[in-house]
């Protein structure tokens, strides 16, 4: 059985790792391992040690850049690191990230933080479970939280 490790924060304003999970038990079976850390700069080794201790076969690490710009620069930076983990450890690691400022107003940031948290989660099944499923969808312009745009037409 795949191990699948998820990481989220508590700065974010929604709970993102319990709407990956649900996603995640909704469509497979799998083994998931939890850890939630103070914010996403904390990502990056929380990711890693779920690969190297706890034998995670991918992560999903998500979180919330908050609006302003010091929390955009920190938001490269996790970014980096998560890239640089991923790296580290040949595993992928799904950053999940909602800006804040995505969202015109609260009830909107809700519904992208949980859509994008389980859209990424299937992303994440597909990727583990049924990669062909991925294939069938390159190029058709899929994003998570809004709207797909689809593809490019001529
Ligand atoms: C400025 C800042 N902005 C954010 C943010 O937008 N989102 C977030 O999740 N965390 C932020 N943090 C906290 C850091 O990611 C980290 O948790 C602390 O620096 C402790 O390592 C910081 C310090």
Do not use: W, Y
Not at 24 to 48: C, F, H, W, Y
Not at 116 to 135: F, Q, T
């Amino acid at each position: 059985m795949a191990t699948i490790g998820v990481v989220d924060t508590t700065f974010a304003r929604f709970n993102m790792g319990k709407a990956a999970i649900a996603e995640i038990q909704e469509n497979m079976s799998a083994k998931i391992v939890r850890r939630t850390v103070p914010g996403i700069k904390d990502l990056p080794v929380a990711a890693k040690k779920l690969i190297d201790e706890e034998g995670c076969d991918i992560v999903m690490a998500l979180g919330m850049p908050g609006s302003k710009e010091q929390d955009k620069i920190c938001a490269h930076e996790a970014s980096t690191g998560i890239i640089q983990a991923q790296l580290m450890t040949n595993t992928h690691i799904i950053e999940v990230f909602v800006h804040e400022d995505e969202a015109k107003d609260e009830n909107e940031l809700v519904f992208l933080m949980d859509q994008r948290s389980r859209e990424h989660a299937l992303n994440v099944v597909k990727m583990l479970a049924r990669p062909e499923k991925m294939i069938k969808e390159a190029g058709t312009g899929q994003r998570q939280g809004f709207e797909d745009v689809g593809p490019a037409r001529i």
